[in-house]
């Protein structure tokens, strides 16, 4: 027998399942199961005959590009494209600093392996998206977690942990942030606390890394476009890398994301990139610079926040019917999560083991916790599942935590009261 | 002014950019540069329209999972169809060892990151692919060459290194090796030395990491199928990682690629992946699916076997008449590339700028080589340019090799004479 482990990197022998990933899984496997786990656009929704028309016609056009290796930083007209779309979101810049990466997740990874030796500190919000944690902590970084209240980033927080680091003589690569409907939390931080983080940034000679899917997809009358307006945007100096997707606009089977960076860390991932996958898929790169050009994204996006928004609605009902005064959540405004704090001494990372044996999965909350906290939340996705599927999910968690809260409680929670 | 290269790591303030990339941003720039530069597949080959057909009736299916994220591992059916795929090249596997990478790129990257530290040696060929190359080096591994003659890896200067690195206290994690039609020489591993190889890995307790793109390209006549045996066909203990892709034989655009792998590391590889890209596009794994299915890729390969014999046959004249008695290449028996020797004083590197005034492109053949040398080495890809072009190219070529003989030679080839 061969000890494979003896063949691993320090690295090899870390590296996490990812809990949404692993729920995904779950999910594809029993088609009954209700999944509010991976945060999935709704496949009714995608512009199905518009991406018919334009994959007959890219492919009727024999032109070879299309179905042939692409320049490593993406498709040109793409490229421009994206200058012009984050010109929209009030972000000045230009084809040298852009990148198309193969979804954001490299793009994440990308930043991480150029930035971050092991040992390293980048700062994460707590929560925070896993996908990221994972990229951080897959190149050994140590990642530090700082607390959000309803604004954002707590500054005073923030600046603590930056003394704090400073007096043991480390220095914080970045912050990653969400601020556009995060995920997890599907909050959406306030244009004050954003101006308060580019000043951090600037005061403390600091990065920021922020990521941007979700922004598009603000609900109508609860959030505005201004509100949304990346940090990126008024970034005078050059301290923000920005992550942006298709994945939650057009289709995420495009794998087609892309950062924005200041020039000469635009071409180190470039560079970088080289060796990750030589380029993002050419064919996705043209479907998705045609669904732009043909104005497809601009006609589907204002349709994916009605849609969203509904759904949105349906869970918080279903949520109130179900769990009203025992379960606490923040109205999201846009986006793809609704978050849910149970009480203390619910841990729903064991409920979530009723839950699937009633046929609905969620993350548990656990999981975009640095710190190890937040054993009592729950991340729900509400935008793959159907209304009457939302409904019915809800019910089963309902009935799932009604089992839970009746059990004794653990020595633990116990002790948490 | 930010110092950018106060924020990255090690690995980012090492990382180098693709020579071959590098050749390929050059043509794309000016399309009356001939390139024989990077291993693109031929455009006017693809199956334009299959693939039309197949978009088509893929998108009016309207069924979810071809828009949406998809398995890390790859999509079902794709992977039992590779396991098929591979069992014809006398592979015995199962969907528990086979993962869908994003390109091979992506596969040797996942490889290097999962077995690789820095300071850990990788062997590989002198030559050996740029691109693995980079991505072992990404990592900072210590890369050690191993001497290749006519029939392959030179096992006795493996045993010696081998022996010298045991003394040194390192033992190499793998060797990498491209056995059919190599990256950048073309040449075909005797059947012996494959064997010997893996008698080699199991003495040694060494994995063999065999990269097989171009191995359903043998060229009729010139070599047989029962030639290009995977090493990984016999690999009774689990020794080798073996990673394959459709780039070259459907179309690069795709990105979709295998590895199959001992069940313990595949599993590993899946998780990696998880943080690399989340999956491999899911669009164009049905579109590789379906086109395996419909028996587009059997249809296709003896067609681009004809294809690619014919313009290497139109390069190997063309050399010929330029080049005879001067540079020395070893015709091929498949794949893409054409390596050729040329006089020891002439650097290859400096007649590239030549040949670049007068419009025609190759990469110069040191990339390939981890211990410097090969400055009288060019790499030459015969499958992307028309025959015409090819032609044309090499006349280029000639003129640029008669004038860079005629120029005083510099002081370092002097002295190598």
């Known amino acids: 027998m061969i000890n494979y482990e003896s063949y691993l990197s320090v690295s090899g022998t870390r590296m996490q399942q990812s809990p949404i990933r692993q729920m995904g899984t779950v999910a594809a496997q029993n088609p009954d199961i209700i999944s509010f786990a991976p945060g999935y656009p709704a496949p009714e929704a995608f512009a ?10 890219l492919l009727a056009g024999r ?27 009030g972000i000045r810049t230009s084809t040298d600093d852009i990148i198309v990466t193969t979804g954001s997740q490299q793009g994440l990874d990308v930043i991480a392996r150029l930035l971050l030796d092991p040992g390293d500190v980048a700062l994460v919000e707590l929560p925070s998206y896993a996908g990221a944690i994972t ?3 897959n190149v050994r970084a140590d990642l530090v977690g700082v607390r959000q209240d309803r604004a954002g980033v707590d500054l005073d927080h923030l600046d603590s942990l930056t003394d704090r680091l400073a007096r043991e003589g480390r220095r914080p690569k970045f912050l990653y942030v969400v601020p556009n409907f ?19 940034a600037e005061r403390r000679d600091m990065l920021l890394v922020e990521d941007d899917p979700y922004g598009a997809l603000y609900f109508e009358g609860a959030a505005t476009p201004a509100e ?9 100096s050059g301290r923000v890398l920005y ?36 380029c993002t898929g050419s064919f996705d790169q043209h479907m998705v610079y045609e669904a732009c050009r043909r104005g497809v994204l601009d006609r589907h996006v204002p349709v994916l926040r009605a849609h969203y928004q509904h759904k949105c609605g349906v869970m918080e009902r279903a949520l109130r019917d179900r769990l009203q005064g025992q379960a606490h959540w923040m109205p999201p405004r846009g986006g793809f999560f609704l978050w849910v704090e149970l009480p203390e ?3 729903a990372g064991r409920m979530l083991e009723r839950c699937l044996r009633r046929g609905v999965i969620y993350v548990a909350g656990r999981a975009f916790f640095v710190d190890g906290s937040g054993a009592h939340t729950v991340r729900l996705a509400f935008s793959a599942a159907s209304a009457d599927r939302i409904v019915e999910g809800i019910n089963r968690m309902g009935e799932a935590f009604s089992e839970e809260s009746a059990q004794p409680q653990a020595p633990v929670a116990v002790h948490q009261e």
């Open 228 to 236: 949304t307006r990346p940090i990126k945007a008024d970034d005078a």
């Open 345 to 347: 001494h619910i841990d």
């Open 135 to 137: 990229a951080f902590r």
């Open 63 to 89: 032109q070879g590009g299309v179905l042939q290796y692409g320049p490593t930083r993406g498709h040109k007209p793409l490229l421009e494209f994206l200058v012009s779309l984050v010109g929209t979101r």
């Open 182 to 200: 995060q995920n997890p939390t599907g909050q959406l931080m306030s244009l004050a606390r954003r101006a308060a983080l580019l000043e951090w």
């Open 243 to 278: 992550l942006s997707s298709f994945s939650k606009t057009l289709a995420p089977a495009f794998r087609v994301a892309w950062v924005v960076a200041p020039t000469a860390l635009a071409s180190r991932i470039e560079t970088a990139k080289q060796a990750l996958d030589l």
């Open 48 to 57: 199905w005959d518009d991406y018919r028309e334009i994959a007959t016609s």
